[in-house]
Nanobody, 123 residues
Framework: QVVLVESGGGSVQAGGSLTLSCTASEYTYCLGWFRQAPGGEREAVAVPDAFDGRTYYDDSVKGRFTVSRDTAKNTLSLQMNSLKPEDTAVYYC???????????????????WGQGTQVTVPL
């Protein structure tokens, strides 16, 4: 059982910045950030690959969000800049313990989820 704890959400004006942090209770192969907007489905935001240094970013956040992982500390961070109202969502950290050729973005593959942290960017 991997326990994930997120922190760092809040409300910020458009154009502002927030940093989300996730701490995992143990090492897992893939860690990623997902989000779920009101009335929407949960979707991948940023998923770093475990080995090759590449990172998947949703097109809507490219150039604004940066994910970083510290495998020694079992942490995953998401630096979010130039926030927009459409970034409003609950953000989740998720872990996929299965060793794969590369880390995927499909939510159904992620077995463990944090409690979520709300990010609100008012209109």
């Amino acid at each position: 059982q991997v326990v994930l704890v997120e922190s760092g959400g809040g409300s910020v004006q458009a154009g502002g910045s927030l940093t989300l942090s996730c701490t995992a209770s143990e090492y897992t192969y893939c860690l990623g950030w997902f989000r779920q907007a009101p009335g929407g489905e949960r979707e991948a935001v940023a998923v770093p690959d475990a080995f090759d240094g590449r990172t998947y970013y949703d097109d809507s956040v490219k150039g604004r969000f940066t994910v970083s992982r510290d495998t020694a500390k079992n942490t995953l961070s998401l630096q979010m800049n130039s926030l927009k109202p459409e970034d409003t969502a609950v953000y989740y950290c998720a872990a996929d313990p299965t060793v794969r050729a590369y880390c995927r973005i499909l939510t159904r593959l992620y077995e463990y989820w944090g409690q979520g942290t709300q990010v609100t960017v008012p209109l």
